[in-house]
């Protein structure tokens, strides 16, 4: 049950496009499409934004995607907004009814 | 409106006990299943324990495996978590949340604080 790896932090101008990665293993993140993005304000609730690899809860602005690529998921924001700054974890179910979740990673809006 | 109340955090010794509740309405309590999750001060989010929607299966993270509990009543739709033999390491603040499967944890509680000081 290790932590999936992400970047600690990344950045970027708004209007730009910024991707976060999230690297599992086969029995993770390589195993099942059912990898998920969590955004976290300070001092806030966690809030879904991708779950199934690629698909957004209504609600979520579609400037929000993800991806997976064999062991490695991504999630990239499109149109940066101020707003966006926060903190995102990626989750990946790990079989036999496990999930782990990935360290988090900082975005900041320059 | 789907909500997850928390109760039952506070402060406890090593080796001490304490119950979590996480009490669920605004949607069928009884089709979902129920994770807890913990976030240390400043830390990540870590996965702790998940139970089925009928409460029949249970699993759990290693690092609370025989000392945590995770149980459901589905009449009164509320979630619970046993912790037994509290470490310090097990500080944290704890959520519930739920998912349709093994996908998406899509509504969570608003975390409730566990200390474990000696």
């Known amino acids: 049950q290790s932590a999936l790896t992400q970047p600690r932090s990344v950045s970027g101008s708004p209007g730009q496009s910024v991707t976060i990665s999230c690297t599992g293993t086969?029995?993770?993140?390589?195993?099942?499409?059912?990898v998920s993005w969590y955004q976290q304000h300070p001092g806030k609730v966690p809030k879904l934004i991708i779950y199934d690899v690629s698909k957004r809860p209504s609600g979520v602005p579609d400037r929000f995607s993800g991806s997976k690529s064999g062991n490695t998921a991504s999630l990239t924001i499109s149109g940066l907004q101020a707003e966006d700054e926060a903190d995102y974890y990626c989750?990946?179910?790990?079989?036999?009814?496990?999930?782990?979740f990935g360290g988090g990673t900082k975005l900041t809006v320059l | 409106e789907v909500q997850l109340v928390e109760s039952g955090g506070g402060l406890v010794q090593p080796g001490g006990s304490l119950r979590l509740s996480c009490a669920a309405s605004?949607?069928?309590?009884?089709?979902?299943?129920m994770h807890w999750v913990r976030q240390a001060p400043g830390k990540g989010l870590v996965w702790v324990s998940r139970?089925?929607?009928?409460?029949?299966?249970?699993t759990y993270a290693d690092s609370v495996k025989g000392r945590f509990t995770i149980s459901r009543d589905n009449a009164k739709n509320t979630l619970y978590l046993q912790m037994d033999s509290l470490r310090a390491e097990d500080t944290a603040v704890y959520y519930c949340a739920s998912s349709p499967n093994r996908g998406g944890l899509d509504y969570w509680g608003q975390g409730n604080l566990v200390t474990v000081f000696s």
């Open positions: 086969s029995s993770d993140v390589g195993g099942y499409n059912y």
């Open positions: 989750c990946s179910y790990a079989g036999s009814y496990t999930w782990v």
């Open positions: 139970i089925n929607s009928d409460g029949s299966s249970t």
């Open positions: 605004g949607f069928t309590f009884s089709s979902y299943w």
